[in-house]
T-cell receptor, first 116, second 109 residues
Framework: EAQVTQNPRYLITVTGKKLTVTCSQNMNHEYMSWYRQDPGLGLRQIYYSMNVEVTDKGDVPEGYKVSRKEKRNFPLILESPSPNQTSLYFC???????????????FGSGTRLTVV | GQNIDQPTEMTATEGAIVQINCTYQTSGFNGLFWYQQHAGEAPTFLSYNVLDGLEEKGRFSSFLSRSKGYSYLLLKELQMKDSASYLCAVRDSNYQLIWGAGTKLIIKP
């Protein structure tokens, strides 16, 4: 089954304790992206990657890191989490070639992160 | 700046028709997407418009007018399971998706 797999689904952590949210896709998609979703603000892009070893900042990159060492994996790293990073996080992937990208993004199931 | 506007919340009756509007101002345009998102779940793809006109897919249709920076999603024969948020997103000149905040649709029996 074609899918984007995110783990964990739920995470409660303390301020300053490093954490990683994993994301993996099995569709051979070039493009992957991380979003956070907060009430009333919609989806805001954190980082994105057009292909292996190519990553770029989105709209709200502060406090986050990513890596793209393999095509299928795109982990999100919070080196020193703070309470304002409490949010619902989504990983998404798609084909990067615009004329092929008619289906939009495929999203992971989401990670609800609480930082206390 | 780039902006996507949609109503925050709408209410409709089971079996009826509802139209959710989306207006946009973006740096370039390379397509408009509609997604459905149930509470706490991931968004799922509904439709894609890149040319002006109406795209129909079962009970759902999406319309686009590029000259007006306007789209709508039309839902017919509403069912209780259609209660969800509907997200409008525009792909800009850099092929990045700009998202609206979403419209929460409440269906009443």
């Amino acid at each position: 089954e074609a899918q984007v797999t995110q783990n964990p689904r739920y995470l409660i952590t303390v301020t300053g304790k490093k954490l990683t949210v994993t994301c993996s896709q099995n569709m051979n998609h070039e493009y992957m992206s991380w979003y956070r979703q907060d009430p009333g603000l919609g989806l805001r892009q954190i980082y994105y990657s057009m292909n292996v070893e190519v990553t770029d900042k989105g709209d709200v990159p502060e406090g986050y890191k990513v890596s793209r060492k393999e095509k299928r994996n795109f982990p999100l790293i919070l080196e020193s989490p703070s309470p304002n990073q409490t949010s619902l996080y989504f990983c998404a992937s798609s084909l990067s070639t615009p004329d092929r990208d008619l289906g939009g993004y495929t999203f992971g199931s989401g990670t609800r992160l609480t930082v206390v | 700046g780039q902006n996507i506007d949609q109503p925050t919340e709408m209410t409709a009756t089971e079996g009826a028709i509802v139209q959710i509007n989306c207006t946009y101002q973006t740096s370039g345009f390379n397509g408009l997407f509609w997604y459905q998102q149930h509470a706490g779940e991931a968004p799922t793809f509904l439709s894609y418009n890149v040319l002006d006109g109406l795209e129909e897919k079962g009970r759902f249709s999406s319309f686009l007018s590029r000259s007006k920076g306007y789209s709508y999603l039309l839902l017919k024969e509403l069912q209780m399971k259609d209660s969800a948020s509907y997200l409008c997103a525009v792909r800009d000149s850099n092929y990045q998706l700009i998202w609206g905040a979403g419209t929460k649709l409440i269906i009443k029996p």
